[in-house]
């Protein structure tokens, strides 16, 4: 099996959300696909095969954590797109059949792709009781994401707040489906960015991940109904650390960003 390990939402090697990406001419059984996610030890692997002509999708797409499967990642889906492109596997737009329904990945001319995602649902839910103390800050509100994100976004004070946290992750798991969205408006948009956020995983294996893109899903329309505008750019804070713009599209989210090939080989095993 090839096996190439890619970093989503940057352009620059070492940073963003390294991926395992592999190309088969079928799926193995699920034990098989797990114990290679264990052994890559990565965020997500995604494995990926194509699919007959003339369907509604090109290729299948799966996504394991070291620890399970997960119904959808944004980065890992840019990852294999980018594969695809950087390696003539397929050209142009692709549509990747998943337990998400399709979702489509476009190359643009400046060298990005652009993911179609459908927007996760938010709905307003009272701050859980401890949450505050497994999270080290006090959320302003609380919104569910519904099941295909399946997590939960608090909304901070401020950036600071953010970048400053410094959770207990075993007592964060009790809390969601998945995870815990932590975010704040930006404080100075004119860097570049118009909101940060950081999201821990450890219910899948993840304590924190470097760049979420299907967290985007639910921060796209979360923000934009707050700054009032469809197009924003996201800063995920966490050490690597990496930027996704979005386009909220009523009940699709577009979000862009770039992905680097940094190691090819083979696994024998």
């Given at each position: ?78 990852a ?7 390696t ?7 549509r ?8 489509g ?68 798991a ?21 909101f ?28 934009s ?29 577009l ?15």
């Open positions: 099996m090839p096996l190439r390990i890619v970093d989503a939402f940057t352009d620059r090697p070492f940073t963003g959300n390294p991926a395992g990406v592999l190309l088969l001419d079928a799926f193995p059984d699920d034990e098989r696909l797990q114990q290679v996610a264990l052994e890559v030890n990565h965020a997500e692997t995604a494995f990926a095969h194509p699919l007959p002509g003339g369907g509604g999708a090109d290729w299948a797409l799966r996504w394991f954590t070291p620890a399970t499967e997960v119904d959808m990642c944004g980065h890992a889906t840019l294999t797109a980018h594969v695809l492109h950087s003539g596997a397929h050209e142009g737009p692709v990747f059949a998943t337990r998400s329904g399709v979702l990945a476009t190359p643009e001319a400046d060298g990005s792709i652009t993911l179609d995602f459908p927007t996760a649902p938010l709905t307003p839910v009272e701050v859980p009781s401890g949450v505050a103390e497994a999270l080290g800050a006090e959320p302003l509100v609380a919104f569910d994401t519904g099941p295909n994100v399946g997590d939960l976004v608090l909304e901070l004070a401020d950036e600071k707040t953010v970048r400053a946290l410094a959770p207990d992750h075993r007592a964060l009790a809390y969601s489906e998945r995870g815990v969205i932590a975010t704040a408006r930006a404080e100075n948009p004119a860097t570049g960015y118009d940060v956020s950081r999201c821990f995983f450890p219910r899948i294996g993840i304590d924190e991940d470097p760049v979420t893109g299907s967290a985007h899903t639910a921060l796209a329309p979360f923000w109904e707050r700054l009032g505008r469809p197009d924003l750019t996201g800063l995920q804070a966490s050490p690597r650390s990496g930027r996704v713009r979005t386009r909220l599209r009523g009940d699709r989210t979000l862009n960003g770039r992905a680097v090939t940094v190691i090819e080989g083979e696994l024998l095993a």
